[in-house]
């Protein structure tokens, strides 16, 4: 039973590990390779994310809620939307630093569309990365590529508040 119980709550270790294995069994330097970078990017998560849980943490007791709701919350339009993007845009850090934060932006009122945004902007919009951009593609590439960037991102955030909610989302 517990077996049964531990592969239902696995399936995707599980399916990753019998990759590995017939993987190492057809191709051993493949495998080798793949385990070196996994094992690289599961050392780089295993830094970052304890500091990132701390970060929530201290966000989720220090901001009231009423202060997400009325930022980031369904009724915070273009206020909230642009408040989103900025946030997202000046995050540093891998985007799977931002579901935490993401998670509890919504637990406190934030609606899936700033949500969204966020995780938008986290992942594509970082202000940071905008000088680098402009260095090696050119400044005129950088604000189109980043002019559509937004539009899309915006266009999004409205799906989602539109087609789902946060009882969409499932809960721990």
Same mark, same amino acid.
């Given at each position: 039973? $517990?077996?049964?119980?531990?592969?239902?709550?696995? $399936?995707?270790?599980?399916?990753?590990?019998?990759?590995?294995?017939?993987?190492?069994? +057809?191709?051993?330097?493949?495998?080798?390779?793949? *385990?070196?970078?996994?094992?690289?990017?599961?050392?780089?998560?295993?830094?970052?994310? %304890?500091?990132?849980?701390?970060?929530?943490?201290?966000?989720?007791?220090?901001?009231? $809620?009423?202060?997400?709701?009325? /930022?980031?919350?369904?009724?915070? /339009?273009?206020?909230?939307?642009?408040?989103?993007?900025?946030?997202?845009?000046?995050?540093?850090? %891998?985007?799977?630093?931002?579901? %935490?934060?993401?998670?509890?932006?919504?637990? $406190?009122g &934030?609606?899936?569309?700033?949500?969204?945004?966020?995780?938008?902007?986290?992942?594509?919009?970082?202000?940071?990365?905008?000088?680098n951009?402009?260095?090696?593609? /050119?400044?005129k590439?950088? &604000?189109?590529?980043? &002019?559509?960037?937004?539009?899309? *991102?915006?266009?999004?955030?409205?799906?989602?508040?539109?087609?789902? +909610?946060?009882?969409?989302?499932?809960?721990?």
């Amino acid at each position: 039973m $517990k077996i049964n119980k531990f592969m239902r709550k696995n $399936k995707t270790l599980i399916f990753v590990a019998l990759v590995y294995i017939v993987l190492l069994i +057809s191709n051993p330097e493949k495998a080798t390779k793949a *385990i070196s970078n996994s094992t690289y990017y599961l050392v780089e998560m295993i830094m970052i994310m %304890p500091v990132v849980y701390l970060l929530t943490v201290v966000l989720d007791a220090l901001i009231p $809620k009423e202060a997400i709701i009325k /930022g980031f919350g369904f009724d915070s /339009g273009l206020k909230g939307n642009i408040l989103a993007l900025f946030l997202g845009s000046i995050s540093a850090g %891998p985007i799977y630093a931002a579901f %935490p934060i993401s998670k509890m932006l919504l637990d $406190k009122g &934030a609606s899936l569309g700033n949500v969204v945004i966020v995780l938008s902007s986290w992942a594509v919009v970082k202000l940071p990365m905008l000088a680098n951009e402009a260095k090696f593609l /050119g400044v005129k590439f950088m &604000a189109i590529r980043w &002019a559509f960037t937004v539009i899309a *991102i915006f266009i999004m955030g409205y799906i989602f508040n539109r087609y789902l +909610s946060t009882e969409d989302i499932p809960s721990e």
